[in-house]
């Protein structure tokens, strides 16, 4: 049996994240992770750093987002220096698109809200004339857009790759291929069984996406997690149009232009459908009419983790106090908190009361009368 | 607007119109559907231009070739629907077929959907392939079909397989004659392939090798070096091929070549069939993937059948016979023919499928690709859309990448313009070598949609229709 | 690189790199161009290295041109049609 100081389950980005930011700081970590062809929510995600509208109704969610958008030009340093790898950070201020104007006062009025909520970060409404100066040939069917400064992008799939490099280069295993049968609580520690062989540590993360659910239990937590799947297209690279991050379409760092946004409950297909492909187009060539020329390379659809609420979950047992959950839908913004300041919280043993907000308690709403 | 059609084809090789014409005489309403402007596939590509206005050319190209008239006249007097010059760029599951020409898009629902794509070239990555100059020999080929072009610079065919000495001969025939052929088989190759021959000899089997013997005793007569058991091919230049080196007969030795033709074989063309979703099996003897096919083309997906070399390499004729297998079968599918006609009505071609195949397994032995090609050393590109090196690939399995869709994540291998044609084949088997098991085991790339790019406006424009 | 087996089919007038090349009816784009003596068709956009046609039948996609203004498209799967306007792709494609 191997013994660690922390085992996280999942290594896809918020397993990542966690595990390399607990390396960094000098833990004995592994990540158990599945094989080639699991549900990888990590793969699937569209890449933004966003901000803008998180957590309109959550404070807590709200501030979490913004502090991780804070740390990830650090988490963007760390992750070159200690992999070598640039993850095309980018933080020009994004922007969400209306395409009318009951959509843009609607918007505003959102905006106004989450500033009453959770203080004023810059977010403002830019009207149609402000949208075309800051982004030439954006179609005419857009009514306006509200802009947020720190607002961003990066690449996922390069921040994921980074993230196992750094964790291998801190010292810190990465165990493919071993999906996790079962977890059992012994005194201070957990024994994890995957296959033949078994894990223990005294700290344990669940951060297995989708596979959380079944996994919660084992030590004392609810992880209600579900699919909701999200289709995306990719283009040939074109030259740049678009250096903003926006909620439908982005343009990264090689020059393909993505386009996504969809949101489907269909259980666990992570196949793509032409109708849903065709609206993405079509907004897409409705926000930027000289992409109608651009040749779309590759369709995917994924499934994003979804709890019944939306915002995340973090959580430590209280009945195994050294077991704790994390999943989130946005493993790209959160990635720099979840490294550089869930992670230690973590190791510390203790989550402070800022995470309170996010027990899966939330969602046992009593039995109306 | 959405067709429902008894059966669709798509390719317009041997296999796919020998199947639709079969189809359209027992009264199926059957669209066969082809990226090219006019039938014949590859392997009779261009069949009807060249004997319309090269007659000249059908000497050049042999007998094999002048076949194709045979098989396009039959497909055209049968009353298939032909669709020319229409990309087929997503099929689901439920056979739903989405096609672009024009530039415009539409969808095709069909009851029975047999899948003739046919075969690629296996890709040869040695030093320099990535260089203008260097192609494949099939391309070669292409040329003097599609156009009636020859080399006219100095030019080496290399590698292995029935196909270099065809198109040497063919070559020759045109007033081309190659700097030498570079043959990469062994003698451990030839000793191997021995304990197959009586098998080969069976059937059409015997004929085919007395012709290759023929063909093989033709180039050497007409002066052209040959070599044998060659090694370590790299093609060098600046920008462009100038010269290929190699090891002959404990030899190095370097020619001058501006053209340089490769070939390892040809292997089952993948794409369409995994983006349906079909099972593929791993063909030890092929060294290739391929769809797992029942003996009528049947795939695991219902109502797919899949017909020609892209089942399983076995040539031109024998693809004639399994075209014709899988329309039988389509037909008893959609209820025009019982279990028992459609049994009595195949026997012929079953036995002449059986025929065309004896010799397969002689020639996979005699002509297998080389070690070094399947898994190539560290410098060398293996995805050539995104300049991929296989040392990059081996990097990411030692960093706990298991497959070729976590490599894909990792290294953007098969991500490119050709969406992992050309690279998918080798990524597959170098990651199996890297991590001690079978291709099998590691797998392949998953295959989205569009098959070949589509245009954004194009798509936002589809009519949904119902 | 190539030359023609025979004189017969219409001749087309095309132009590539603003350079007049002449092919033939059947031709496709690729076999015209490599006819004309061209050999390498793009760079590519990663390292701006030069490609040309490797496979001529769809598969490589090495072969990548702008016809028309139009970038991205198989050389090796566009019939030459007289008149067009060929030009080398250089990485990344203009959105027009």
């Known amino acids: 049996m191997s013994a660690f100081d922390l085992i996280v389950i999942g290594g896809g980005l918020v397993g990542g994240a966690i595990a390399w930011g607990a390396a960094a700081r000098g833990a004995a970590v592994v990540v158990l992770d599945e094989g080639d062809v699991a549900f990888r929510a990590a793969r699937g995600n569209f890449g933004l750093v966003w901000v803008q509208s998180k957590g309109a109704g959550m404070p807590p969610y709200a501030h979490w987002s913004r502090r991780s958008a804070e740390l990830w030009p650090a988490l963007a340093a760390r992750m070159r220096e200690a992999s070598g790898a640039d993850v095309a950070l980018e933080q020009p201020g994004g922007l969400h698109f209306c395409f009318s104007e009951a959509e843009l006062e609607a918007r505003a009025d959102l905006i106004r809200r989450m500033h009453n909520e959770s203080g004023d970060i810059g977010t403002r409404i830019v009207d149609r004339a402000e949208l075309r100066a800051m982004v030439p040939g954006i179609g005419d069917r857009v009514a306006g857009a509200s802009f947020c400064p720190i607002d961003g992008h990066a690449n996922p799939l390069f921040l994921l790759r980074a993230l196992h490099s750094a964790l291998l280069r801190a010292g810190g295993a990465y165990r493919p291929g071993h999906g996790v049968d079962l977890i059992t609580p012994d005194g201070g520690a957990f024994i994890v069984r995957s296959g033949a062989e078994s ?7 669940i951060a297995a996406g989708l596979g959380s659910r079944r996994l919660a239990p084992m030590v004392g937590l609810e992880m209600p997690v579900s699919p909701l799947r999200g289709q995306i297209l990719v283009t040939e690279r074109v030259k740049p149009l678009l250096h903003y991050a926006t909620h439908i379409l982005r343009q990264t760092a090689e020059g393909s232009v993505m386009a996504g946004d969809s949101q489907e409950d269909v259980g666990f297909d ?18 930027f009419p000289a992409l109608a020329e651009a040749r779309i390379v590759r369709m995917w659809g994924a499934l994003r983790v979804m709890t019944p609420d939306g915002f995340p979950i973090y959580e430590q047992s209280a009945r195994y106090p050294g077991a704790f959950a994390a999943t989130c839908h946005s493993g790209v913004t959160l990635a720099a908190a979840h490294a550089l300041d869930l992670a230690p919280s973590i190791l510390d043993g203790a989550l402070p009361a800022k995470f309170d907000a996010f027990k899966s308690s939330r969602f046992d709403v009593p039995a109306r009368g | 607007m ?78 298939a629907e032909y669709r020319p010059s229409t990309l087929v760029w997503h099929v689901t599951p439920e056979r739903e077929i989405w096609v672009s020409c024009n530039g415009r898009s539409e969808v095709w629902n069909a009851r029975a959907l047999v899948v003739a794509t046919g075969a690629m070239e296996r890709p040869v990555p040695v030093p320099g392939w990535t260089l203008p100059g260097v192609m494949t020999v099939g391309a070669v080929q292409i040329m003097l079909k599609s156009a009636a072009l020859a080399p006219h610079a100095r030019f080496v065919l290399a590698g292995s397989g029935p196909l270099v000495w065809l198109v040497a001969k063919q070559c020759l025939a045109a007033g081309a004659k190659p700097e030498a052929v570079l043959d990469t088989s062994t003698g451990a190759d030839q000793l191997s392939a021995l304990r197959h021959l009586p098998m080969a000899l069976r059937g059409a089997g015997a004929r085919l090798l007395f012709k290759g013997l023929a063909m093989i005793g033709a180039v050497q007569r007409s002066g052209v070096p040959v070599f044998r058991g060659v090694s370590g091919i790299r093609i060098e230049g600046a920008a462009e091929a100038e010269s290929v080196a190699f090891r002959a007969g404990g030899s190095d030795r370097r020619i001058p070549a501006r053209i340089v033709a490769l070939h390892e074989g040809v292997i089952p063309a993948q794409q369409m069939t995994r983006l349906i979703g079909c099972a593929h099996v791993w063909d030890e003897g092929q060294r290739c993937f391929r769809p797992d096919v029942d003996e009528w083309g049947s795939s695991s997906v219902d109502g797919v059948l899949v017909a020609g070399d892209g089942a399983g390499i076995f040539g031109a004729r024998a693809a004639e016979h399994a075209g014709r297998l899988a329309a039988l079968e389509a037909l008893r599918r959609i209820g025009r023919l019982s279990a028992k006609e459609r049994d009595a009505l195949a026997r012929d071609d079953r036995r002449a499928l059986a025929s065309q195949r004896a010799i397969r397994r002689f020639l996979d032995r005699l002509y297998p690709p080389p070690a070094s090609i399947r898994a190539p050393a560290d410098e060398i590109v293996v995805c050539r859309c995104e300049e991929v090196t296989a040392g990059a690939v081996r990097d990411a399995v030692r960093q706990g990448c298991m497959g070729p869709n976590q490599a894909k994540a990792f290294l953007r291998v098969g991500m490119g313009p050709c969406q992992g044609r050309l690279c998918g084949p080798v990524v597959s088997e170098v990651i199996a070598a890297a991590r001690g098991i079978t291709p099998a085991e590691a797998g392949y790339y998953r295959i989205r949609p569009p098959l070949k790019p589509i245009g954004l406006g194009e798509l936002a424009a589809v009519e949904l229709g119902e | 690189m190539f030359r023609r087996v025979d004189e017969a089919g219409a001749v087309l007038r095309l132009e590539f790199e603003g350079e007049a090349v002449l092919a033939r009816e059947g031709d496709s784009v690729a076999a015209a161009l490599l006819a004309a003596g061209a050999r390498a068709f793009r760079d590519t956009a990663i390292s701006a290295s030069p490609r040309g046609p490797y496979c001529m039948m769809g598969v490589c996609f090495e072969c990548l041109v702008e016809i028309d203004g139009i970038a991205n498209r198989q050389a090796c799967m566009v019939p030459a049609a007289d008149g067009m306007k060929i030009r080398r792709q250089r990485g990344a494609r203009e959105a027009a």
């Open chain 1, 199 to 205: 894990f223990t540590a005294p700290k344990l993360v």
């Open chain 1, 270 to 287: 992570a196949a793509t459908t032409v109708p849903v492909t065709r609206a993405i187009a079509a907004r897409a060539v409705m926000t």
């Open chain 2, 2 to 79: 959405s067709d429902r059609l008894d059966a669709v084809v798509i390719g317009a090789g041997p296999a796919g119109l020998a199947c639709a014409a079969l189809l359209a005489a027992h009264g199926a309403t059957v669209r066969l559907a082809d990226e090219q402007a006019e039938p014949g596939g590859q392997i009779y590509r261009g069949i009807g231009r060249i004997a319309a206005e090269h007659p000249g050319m059908l000497d050049v190209l042999g007998e094999d070739y002048a076949r194709g008239q045979a098989i396009v006249a039959a497909f055209k007097a049968s009353g």
